[in-house]
Structure formats: structure tokens, C-alpha cells
């Protein structure tokens, strides 16, 4: 009897175990303040208490369940002016890279000036995914792709990876995101 990588199971237990779920006392975000309830999900306390294998793992586990076929992964950051460091305090796509045998690329939005660079390499022609960690508004993954299409001849990215979706109920929660990538021609792949 074969059994199923319990995919989701896994990514519950870790955001449980490490707090990573948790409600602030004020978002930070003004359009954030406006839904009826916030929530933070952070993965980078998972990453920080040595779980960058587990979380790399689970999504490896998703890439491959979905079938897509793809040339290199692209991860999305973002840092606050340009000679500061990535916002984030990790990234799975080093790893993830590793495990699925595949180069990667990171988009860095460079938040003081709007402006984006490519750190690392992208060849013509190839086909990415763009990963995320939490999907919030799509916005991210949407001025990714957007990006690598105005700036690398050829590229087709047309799958999106993240691990959750926060998307507002109000809009349509997982399946409006969902439908809101598909208008910018990306199909949504998430555990949650």
C-alpha cells in the first residue's frame, strides 16, 4: 500500500509548532487594516528554528505533484532601498533549487525607489515558475512575471507556487486569487 505525502498536514504542523500564525495588534499595511480580521502567517519563523529543509521538501512535493515542467525557479523578495539587504530572513529557493536539480533567479523589488533587479541568471526562452511564500494580493507574482517577460526575450511564466493564500474572503479568497492570476495568464499552485 502506497501513501500520500501528507502535504498540507505538514505545513500545519510546522506553522502550529513555531508560531508562525498569529494575529498583530495593528497591520501594518493600511489596506490591511480595513479586513474585519487580520492574520500574519511568517514563515521565516519556521526557517529561523532549522526548518528550511522540511519547508523546501513540502514545496518540491507540490512542483512535482503539479506536473509542470519548467526550466528554472524565480523567487520573489523585496528590500527597502538598494544597498539594503532582502527584507526576508530567508528563502527556500536556494534549497528548493537544489532538491529539484534546477538554476534560480530572485526578483528583488527595491521598495524606496519602485525599481526591480534580477539577481542571478535568466536565459531566453525558458520556461519559470515563481515562487512565493504567502500570497497576500498576487501582486508580487503578477510584477514578477511582469518583469521577466518586459526584460528576458522569450520567457514564459506561467505558474505561480506558494505555500498559503491570504487572500480576502471578500474577494473571493483562494478561488479569487486564483482567478486573479488567470487574468495575467499564471495558474496558482498552493498547499493550502
Keep these: ?22 494575529i498583530p495588534e495593528e497591520p501594518l499595511q493600511p489596506e490591511h487594516r480595513e479586513e474585519p480580521l487580520y492574520y500574519k502567517i511568517e514563515f521565516s519563523r519556521i526557517f529561523e528554528k532549522g526548518y528550511q529543509m522540511e519547508l ?11 506536473g509542470v515542467t519548467f526550466d528554472r525557479l524565480i523567487g520573489v523578495e523585496s528590500k527597502k532601498g538598494e544597498d539594503q539587504p532582502i527584507r526576508e530572513k530567508y528563502s527556500v529557493v536556494p534549497i528548493l533549487s ?3 536539480k534546477k538554476p534560480y533567479a ?7 525607489s519602485k525599481q526591480f533587479v534580477c539577481e542571478g541568471e535568466v536565459e531566453k526562452g525558458e520556461t519559470v515558475i515563481i515562487i512565493d ?12 512575471a511582469e518583469y521577466l517577460c518586459e526584460n528576458f526575450e522569450n520567457i514564459k511564466a506561467a505558474h505561480a507556487f ?6 480576502p474572503y471578500d ?22
Design 162 to 167: 506558494a505555500f498559503a493564500v491570504r487572500y
Design 98 to 100: 537544489a532538491i529539484m
Design 1 to 22: 500500500m502506497q501513501f500520500a505525502y501528507p502535504i498540507k498536514e505538514i505545513l500545519v504542523d510546522l506553522i502550529g509548532k513555531n508560531q508562525a500564525f498569529y
Design 56 to 66: 523546501s521538501r513540502l514545496m518540491a512535493n507540490l512542483i512535482k505533484r503539479s
Design 133 to 144: 511564500d504567502v500570497l497576500t494580493t498576487g501582486v508580487s507574482i503578477i510584477t514578477a
Design 106 to 112: 530572485v526578483i528583488v523589488e527595491i521598495v524606496d
Design 171 to 192: 474577494k473571493g479568497g483562494l478561488e479569487g486569487a486564483k482567478r486573479k492570476l488567470l487574468d495575467y495568464g499564471i495558474e496558482l499552485h498552493c498547499i493550502q
